[in-house]
């Protein structure tokens, strides 16, 4: 991936595809390539923008005191080095809050918000999940972080299904883990995130989706969003967790692509029908 010298660090990014710019906008971890599951489907139609916030990925590993208008600085001058303007926005997790934040700060600059996974308050159970995370990275380590993962992010039924493959990729994927002080920050900055009721100012079109088995976020902080920005769009998985655009990529992808091609059509959007696996 390039560098981009912007807002004083340097950031990862890709660009692949043409027409409107739509950038994906990864949670936690950080990595754009969170995305790699939905990116043909998306490149397919549009001009993608992947990045690795800073302090992770390829990104420089700036320490810093992490927050989420510190994410949205750096995306917005991601935007302006690649001299995009506005752009829609699709962000998982803490990239819907970066997403609201970017709605909130810089109007102009976002045609349309998908806010998967979201939160608009960071409640007692967000916090308790996220101090079991930070004591499980402070106290074993990358590694073992990274084999619980799955248990907030993913359902039961598909860790089994693809044990093989997650064993497999757990030394690479915690080799790649920012290290554990700059993850530790930008778990606080979530936790410190919690925007309630300035969400009913974000005027753009805007789509609050996450499955119902999702236990990270669970449906009821999408919900609460839904109360706040009466005007959003909302749909909502039968399962997935919390990580559905990796658990099914095929109907995260006809989901999100069916509201932008109806956002940048200037027309209504109405849910497709999806298919679902059958669980054993």
Same mark, same amino acid.
């Given at each position: 991936m390039p560098l981009?010298?912007?807002n004083g660090t340097e950031i990862a990014y890709s660009v692949m595809g043409t027409g409107e710019p739509v950038l994906l906008v990864a949670g936690i971890g950080g990595s754009g390539g969170y995305f790699k599951p939905n990116l043909d489907a998306f490149a397919a139609k549009y001009q993608v923008v992947l990045h690795d916030h $800073?302090?992770?990925?390829g990104s420089r590993q700036d320490r810093i005191t992490y927050s989420v208008p510190q994410m949205t600085d750096d995306m917005v001058a991601l935007m302006d080095e690649l001299g995009i303007e506005a752009a829609h926005i699709v962000g998982h997790s803490t990239g819907a809050a970066m997403a609201h934040d970017m709605a909130l700060r810089f109007p102009k600059r976002i045609k349309s918000a998908v806010l998967y996974a979201g939160w608009a308050t960071s409640d007692a159970?967000?916090?308790r999940c996220f101090d079991v995370r930070k004591g499980v990275l402070q106290q074993s380590g990358a590694l073992a972080y990274v084999k619980t993962t799955p248990l907030f992010l993913s359902p039961p039924w598909w860790v089994s299904a693809n044990i093989e493959k997650l064993e497999a990729e757990e030394p690479v994927a915690a080799a790649a883990l920012a290290p554990t002080d700059i993850?530790?920050? $930008?778990?606080?900055a979530i936790c410190s995130y919690s925007p309630g009721e300035e969400l009913r100012k974000i005027t753009c079109p805007s789509l609050i989706t996450c499955a119902k088995d999702d236990h990270l976020t669970p449906q009821f902080y999408s919900q609460r969003m839904a109360k706040l920005?009466?005007?959003a769009d909302t749909f909502y998985f039968e399962?997935?967790?919390h990580?559905?655009?990796q658990v099914l990529p095929d109907q995260f992808n006809t989901l999100v692509i069916s509201y932008l091609d109806a956002v940048i059509a200037g027309r209504k959007w109405q849910s497709p029908a999806l298919n679902y696996?059958?669980?054993a």
């Open positions: 981009a010298r912007v $800073r302090g992770t990925g159970y967000f916090k993850m530790l920050s $930008r778990i606080d920005m009466p005007a399962t997935g967790g990580a559905v655009s696996p059958e669980i």
